[in-house]
Each structure stands twice: as C-alpha cells, then as structure tokens.
C-alpha cells in the first residue's frame, strides 16, 4: 500500500533552515507528482509546493516563493523541501502528499521561534 513517511521537521529560530525529507512506498514513485502542504493551528491547509513526476516543473505558494525548494530523488523514492530564511509564520505540521488518489502522510512540525 502506499505509505509516506516524512521528518526533519522540529524548532528552528527565525531566519534558520531545515529540510524535510518524504520517503515514499508502494507505488512507483518516479511516475507520480507530489506535493507539500502545510496547516497551522487555526488556519486552512496550504499548498506549499509541487514537482511534476520527472522532476522538472516545480511550483511554489507565493508566501514562500525565493525561501523553499522543492526537489526528489528517483533512485531514494524521496521528495524534499528545503526551507530557508524561515519566519514564525512558517510555523505548521508540514504534510507530504501524492496529490493522484490523496494519500497523505503523517506529517512534520515545523516550529519557527526564538
């Protein structure tokens, strides 16, 4: 079955980075769009960002546009995102999703403070 396993996530101060990583299984990961969503207390969920299944289109919420990257590795069945210059906004359990089907995983948090 499909499963998604993310981490990386913890306290971080303002202006540090981090990287989440997402291992992936079950399917063929290098077939499959993905994307990373994020959801803070209080607030909608937010699509942070997307990479096509080749890797080669990438596509950011304007709130983190400059700050993140995302990327993934074929050969680890692993998606990243790399966050820089990081603000309390930030601040959110960070999801990583195959947007085909909606499986999701248990998700990170990420918490931005000084």
């Known amino acids: 079955q499909v499963q998604l396993v993310e981490s990386g996530g913890g306290l971080v101060q303002p202006g540090g980075s981090l990287r989440l990583s997402c291992v992936a299984s079950?399917?063929?990961?290098?077939?499959?769009?993905m994307s990373w969503y994020r959801q803070a207390p209080g607030r909608e969920r937010e699509l942070v960002a997307r990479i096509s299944a080749a890797g080669g289109i990438t596509n950011y919420a304007d709130s983190v546009k400059g700050r993140f990257t995302i990327s993934r590795d074929s050969a680890k069945n692993t998606v990243y995102l790399r966050m820089n210059n990081l603000k309390p906004e930030d601040t959110a359990v960070y999801y990583c999703i195959r947007p085909a089907g909606n499986y999701w995983g248990q998700g990170t948090q990420v918490t931005v403070s000084s």
């Open positions: 079950g399917f063929t990961f290098s077939s499959y769009a």
